[in-house]
């Protein structure tokens, strides 16, 4: 019989490479959507990445991979980066960063070009925006004078941040809802970092003693609340920073618990409905609205059901 991590990935990945039109933002099914076309590529480009550095990658992903290869070679996908201003730098970085091996690289190489070296410096950019442009223009291969993952540490959302308790406001964004631990762009922010630190699972994300203990005592809360809230999107992710950090997350109650919420929260089809029960499409909900609400949590979830699921690196 089949574990629940195995459920959710086969049931995710069929419902993604049954619904690639909408990730291709040149097809007619994306353009009757209005779901951020740009970003949907990106992460799909993420879940093949990732996906494609295990030792045994999911045949299911064949075809999302082959429009990854197809789209990285477009020129006109670099250009949908300027219709989201306040991404755009951000976007090209991952663009470039995801290129897949052996393509034509000649859009990846004129996309990099264009970003202005300010973007890639520290300056005037937070301890969680400098982690994130090191990861991806590391993995670019791109120049760039971020500070070491080292010096970063310390004053990382993983590490810096505090659990709110009931009735606090957690930061200067405000109290967070439903006495959530942290504010929604907080928690956000703290799995982000996990997966830049740790390359979503490849490495050791550097942090020891009390630093870990923290970092994991915080991700604990906040899945425990995501749990009890039906919060699927964070809930998938902070599994997976479970796992970054050194946890089996099936061994912890917490993770054992989201799982298993996953697990309720998916439909026949494979799809994880939205980023939360509050937020779920109605059944009868045409096609691209469906797939703007649900892509994003049913890959994010296929994502990690994929790497918990996969031995560590020694």
Same mark, same amino acid.
């Given at each position: 019989?089949?574990?629940?991590?195995?459920?959710?990935?086969?049931?995710? @990945?069929?419902?993604?490479?049954?619904? @690639?039109?909408?990730?291709?933002?040149?097809?007619?099914?994306?353009?009757?959507?209005?779901?951020?076309?740009?970003?949907?590529?990106?992460?799909l480009?993420l879940l093949?990445?990732?996906?494609?550095?295990?030792a045994?990658?999911?045949?299911?992903?064949g075809?999302?991979?082959a429009l990854?290869r197809?789209?990285?070679q477009?020129?006109?996908l670099?250009q949908?980066?300027?219709? /989201?201003?306040?991404?755009?730098s951000t976007?090209?970085?991952?663009?470039?960063?995801?290129?897949p091996?052996?393509?034509?690289?000649?859009q990846v190489r004129?996309?990099?070009?264009?970003?202005?070296p300010?973007?890639l410096?520290?300056?005037?950019?937070?301890?969680?925006?400098?982690?994130?442009?090191r990861?991806?223009?590391d993995?670019?291969? /791109?120049?760039?004078t /971020?500070e070491p993952?080292? $010096?970063?540490?310390?004053?990382?959302?993983?590490? =810096?941040f505090r659990?709110?308790?009931p009735? $606090? =406001?957690a930061?200067e964004?405000?109290?967070?809802e &439903?006495?959530?631990?942290?504010?929604?762009?907080r928690?956000?922010?703290?799995?982000h970092?996990?997966?830049?630190?740790?390359?979503?699972?490849?490495?050791a994300?550097?942090?020891d003693?009390g630093?870990?203990a923290?970092?994991r005592?915080?991700?604990d809360r906040?899945?425990?609340?995501?749990?009890?809230?039906?919060?699927? &999107?964070l809930a998938a992710?902070?599994?997976?920073?479970?796992?970054i950090l050194g946890?089996e997350?099936? &061994?912890?109650?917490?993770?054992?618990?989201?799982?298993e919420?996953?697990?309720?929260?998916?439909?026949p089809?494979?799809?994880i409905?939205?980023?939360?029960?509050?937020? =779920?499409a109605?059944?009868?909900?045409?096609?691209g609205?469906?797939?703007?609400?649900?892509?994003h949590t049913? @890959? /994010?979830t296929?994502?990690m059901a994929?790497?918990v699921?996969?031995?560590r690196?020694?």
């Open positions: 019989m089949s574990s629940p991590l195995e459920r959710l990935s086969a049931g995710a @990945l069929g419902w993604l490479g049954g619904n @690639l039109d909408y990730f291709d933002p040149f097809s007619a099914s994306a353009r009757s959507a209005t779901h951020g076309k740009a970003k949907a590529a990106l992460e480009a093949c990445h990732c996906a494609a550095r295990l045994d990658p999911p045949e299911a992903l075809g999302a991979g990854v197809k789209l990285w477009d020129p006109d670099p949908l980066f300027s219709d /989201v201003p306040k991404y755009a976007y090209g970085l991952i663009y470039a960063a995801l290129a091996d052996g393509i034509d690289a000649t004129a996309t990099l070009a264009r970003l202005d300010e973007f410096s520290p300056r005037g950019k937070s301890p969680y925006q400098r982690i994130e442009i990861h991806y223009a993995k670019a291969g /791109v120049r760039h /971020v993952y080292a $010096e970063l540490l310390s004053h990382s959302p993983l590490v =810096a659990a709110a308790g009735g $606090e =406001a930061s964004d405000g109290a967070p &439903d006495g959530a631990p942290l504010t929604d762009p928690a956000y922010a703290v799995t970092t996990a997966f830049y630190l740790g390359d979503f699972g490849r490495t994300p550097g942090l003693g630093a870990l923290h970092a005592d915080l991700v906040l899945l425990r609340h995501c749990v009890e809230h039906d919060r699927w &999107d992710e902070l599994v997976l920073t479970q796992f946890s997350p099936l &061994d912890t109650p917490s993770g054992a618990a989201a799982v919420c996953l697990v309720r929260a998916q439909r089809d494979g799809a409905p939205a980023r939360s029960a509050a937020l =779920a109605h059944p009868s909900a045409p096609g609205e469906f797939f703007g609400k649900a892509y049913t @890959l /994010v296929a994502l994929l790497i699921s996969s031995p690196r020694s």
